[in-house]
């Protein structure tokens, strides 16, 4: 798929047949890593499972996990020698507390507020008692630039 300024691709389809047939069948959303064997040791030592191991691609390494809380997702790894891989910066990774609720209530308002307001789905009680019934501070980072 193109965005309309530009000729460079942004998304992409797989079909649910042939090596893609056992992929859960929603959308699945890729995250570009610099590191995709670290990706996944991380994503296990939080708890989570991998979907399908890392498959190369003409250099490029891709794998798919499941986090904790059951979204699933693929860790894509650009080819070393990809002019468009991106310029990795350094990310940290911080815990989160049962204090930190309102903290995060107010990112995922930030977040939702302005795509559901206007087609009357926000809801700000229904949304905070969503995050609390799914809220897992085990299993919860603050990502820090």
């Excluded at 389809?13 to 959308?27: H, S």
């Excluded at 699945?28 to 499972?49: F, H, K, P, R, Y």
């Excluded at 699933?72 to 990795?88: E, I, L, T």
């Amino acid at each position: 798929m193109l965005p309309s300024d530009s000729a460079e691709p942004a998304a992409g389809i797989y079909q649910a047949r042939g090596e893609n047939a056992d992929l859960p069948p929603p959308w699945l959303m890729q995250i570009t890593v610099a590191d995709a064997a670290g990706s996944l040791a991380q994503c296990e030592s939080n708890g989570g499972e991998i979907v399908r191991l890392i498959r190369e691609m003409g250099g490029a390494k891709m794998a798919v996990i499941r986090a904790p809380a059951g979204a699933v997702c693929a860790r894509f790894q650009p080819a070393a020698d990809d002019p468009k891989s991106p310029d990795f910066p350094a990310l940290q990774f911080d815990p989160v507390t049962a204090d930190d609720f309102e903290a995060l209530l107010a990112i995922r308002t930030a977040a939702m507020r302005p795509s559901l307001e206007p087609v009357g789905r926000f809801d700000p009680a229904r949304s905070r008692q969503r995050l609390r019934d799914s809220f897992y501070p085990e299993h919860t980072h603050f990502i820090v630039h």
